[in-house]
């Protein structure tokens, strides 16, 4: 970015409060560096809205990663860096494999929803200008938190958590319950849990899977 041009802004976060309150605060910058170019709710949206090019392709993009079910806001995340577009993960969810993975999906940043605006902004400025927004704990938790699981991990996870068996799970997958077994074998290795239960409140409990809500 050319020090002194103008920042294109995109926000995709389920929330419209939070989207408000950002376009507020770019709108009462002193700066006036900033432009926001476009607000997305999904991750479909989101995914066209950093994917933009000309006039309104964003610089900076400030995404939450739960938008409608699990982590799927890491799929922006993924389309971001994809098209050169700088993503700072913006979340209430302080979740050490959450971590991992934006920093390994290419975010530049990763900030809590509480944060104060001019804080945002501020991470936004330094995002744009090639710098990054990581506070030494969330790096710390990014190299050391657990591996998330991959997406048809995740799959079998989610059908984990709604009780089904195993035979239910492979059907339901596409894939035989032998091959449900080995995921399961490996997802309890790698995580160190003892049971199904287990396993499934951890993938909770970080976000892997989605609570059921609306």
Not at 135 to 155: M, T
Not at 174 to 189: A, K, M, N, P, Q
């Amino acid at each position: 970015m050319i020090p002194g041009s103008e920042i294109r802004l995109a926000v995709v976060d389920d929330h419209p409060v939070i989207a408000r309150a950002i376009e507020a605060a770019v709108l009462d910058s002193a700066e006036h560096d900033i432009r926001l170019v476009g607000v997305a709710r999904t991750p479909e949206d989101g995914i066209e809205l950093v994917s933009r090019a000309g006039a309104d392709a964003p610089d900076v993009v400030l995404c939450d990663v739960q938008l409608q079910s699990g982590t799927d806001g890491l799929r922006v995340v993924d389309a971001a860096t994809a098209a050169g577009c700088r993503a700072i993960v913006l979340t209430s969810f302080d979740r050490s494999s959450l971590m991992r993975a934006a920093f390994e999906r290419g975010a530049a940043g990763f900030l809590d929803k509480g944060a104060e605006m001019n804080v945002i902004l501020a991470a936004v400025r330094s995002v744009a200008s090639g710098g990054t927004a990581f506070s030494s704990a969330v790096l710390d938790a990014a190299r050391y938190g657990p591996k998330p699981p991959s997406d048809r991990e995740v799959a079998v996870l989610t059908e984990l958590h709604k009780g089904a068996t195993s035979d239910e799970i492979g059907a339901r997958l596409g894939i035989s319950s032998r091959t449900v077994e080995s995921h399961l074998r490996r997802l309890f290795d790698r995580y160190g849990v003892l049971s199904r239960t287990e396993l499934a409140v951890l993938a909770l409990r970080e976000g892997w899977i989605d609570s059921g809500r609306g």
